[in-house]
């Protein structure tokens, strides 16, 4: 008898735990889901507001980063708020920026306090013909694809937004297509703050716009052999040319004196229901 009420007790302790690890998961979801509604109308305000206050908290761009969450409001009520609407929180008539997100693959560590998740952006966004002539951007209209690694922790059990990671793929004007996109279709920024009151803290080598068709790395391995992606495979030469001559792989590596807590030296194992970027990368 007592055998049998350790091992329901076993058991039960089971179930609570894949309870809670499925909870989290569809929490971080909501919580990126709940970011994307308020970007969509330009709330800004409350964007920032769902970042941790965490000094490892960052934002990385275009090739650059936003640290902290002063950095992070920099990017949000600074470069976007000023740049959209004006300075205004909250949508302006006739401008939409859509942002229908999807494909999200959410991985929650053993502690319940630290989650990965990949999802897949697609934004619809331009303006109306009405506001064309008093709108300061004028009339446009585009498509952009891109995909997100994002990091999320648990803080006062409230999943916050931490490590953002957004990769704009492509973009396309919607009357040509993405076959005639310029190169570098946004630029890239150069300046740091303080001198751009809007620009990022940190340039870093991750700059990545179509026709570059490089991998954004997974944060997870194989599901079925538990290894990693040789990272050559991940890089983006032309047709029949050496990999060694094209751009360098991609990285989800953290700024100098960052880390992830609980990190351990071991490969996963397949099936682990564990945060896999919690082992340190090896090749």
């Known amino acids: 008898m007592e055998n049998d009420i350790a091992d329901l007790k076993r058991q ?14 569809s929490e971080v979801r909501k919580t990126h889901f709940k ?15 769902m970042f941790s206050d965490h000094p ?17 409001r920099r990017l949000y009520q600074g470069r976007f708020q000023q740049n959209f609407t004006g300075g205004r929180n909250g949508p302006i008539y006739g401008f939409l920026l859509d942002h229908i997100m999807m494909q999200d693959i959410v991985d929650v560590d053993p502690t319940g306090t630290h989650a990965w998740c990949r999802m897949r952006a ?4 331009g303006t ?37 990671r957004y990769f704009p793929f492509w973009h396309s004007e919607y009357h040509r297509g993405w076959s005639h996109t310029k190169k570098n279709y946004i630029p890239f ?45 991940l890089r983006a030469p032309l ?33 682990d229901k564990v945060l896999p970027e919690l082992v340190e990368n090896r090749v």
């Open 189 to 233: 920024p150069t300046k740091l703050y303080p001198e751009d009151p809007q620009g990022p803290d940190e340039v870093i080598e991750q700059k990545m716009l179509w026709p570059d068709t490089r991998v954004v790395p997974f944060h997870y391995p194989h599901p079925v052999t538990g290894k990693r992606i040789n990272p050559d495979d």
């Open 128 to 164: 109306h013909q009405s506001i064309e002539e008093t709108y300061p951007p004028g009339h446009k209209q585009w498509w952009e694809g891109g995909l997100y690694e994002n990091e999320y922790i648990k803080e006062n059990g409230a999943w916050k937004l931490f490590r953002y």
């Open 122 to 125: 697609l934004m619809q966004a």
């Open 239 to 271: 047709y029949k040319t050496d990999v060694q001559e094209s751009a360098p792989p991609l990285t989800l590596e953290l700024p100098q004196g960052q880390n992830r807590p609980g990190a351990k030296s071991e490969d996963p194992k397949v099936g």
């Open 12 to 25: 039960l302790h089971a179930l609570q735990k894949e309870v809670s690890r499925i909870s989290d998961e």
């Open 56 to 72: 490892d908290a960052y934002v990385e761009f275009l090739g650059t980063r936003y640290r902290g969450k002063e950095g992070i």
């Open 35 to 49: 970011y994307g509604y308020y970007l969509d109308k330009c709330l800004y305000n409350e964007v920032v507001d």
